[in-house]
């Protein structure tokens, strides 16, 4: 599985970002892709998931701000990012996720200026 991710940036607070990543390679139907982000010197924390199905998932940090969004024919899911804070500063990296277990993009750097 290959990921491929785009949109990341530097944006000020209060700004807007969308983030893509469109996955290749041995895909199966039932499966998530979202989204996780690590800032410097913290852990990878989850920021949004959906399923096939549609369902999704999301921290409670970024409810109400971001929405994540899939096109299950292209394989891609998308992360619209409204009103960002200096604190969503992190690299993002997407994510696949079927019975095989967790596959990663290389991440790419969102910066939120103050």
């Known amino acids: 599985v290959q990921l491929v991710e785009s949109g990341g940036g530097l944006v000020q607070a209060g700004g807007s970002l969308r983030l893509s990543c469109a996955a290749s390679?041995?895909?199966?139907?039932?499966?998530?892709m979202g989204w996780y982000r690590q800032a410097p010197g913290k852990q990878r924390d989850l920021v949004a998931t959906i399923t096939n199905g549609g369902g999704t998932n999301y921290a409670d940090s970024v409810k109400g701000r971001f929405t994540i969004s899939r096109d299950n024919a292209k394989n891609t899911v998308s992360l619209q990012m409204n009103k960002l804070k200096p604190e969503d500063t992190a690299a993002y990296y997407c994510?696949?996720?079927?019975?095989?277990?967790?596959?990663w993009g290389q991440g790419t750097q969102v910066t939120v200026s103050s």
């Open positions: 994510i696949y996720r079927d019975w095989r277990g967790d596959y």
């Open positions: 390679g041995s895909l199966f139907s039932i499966n998530a």
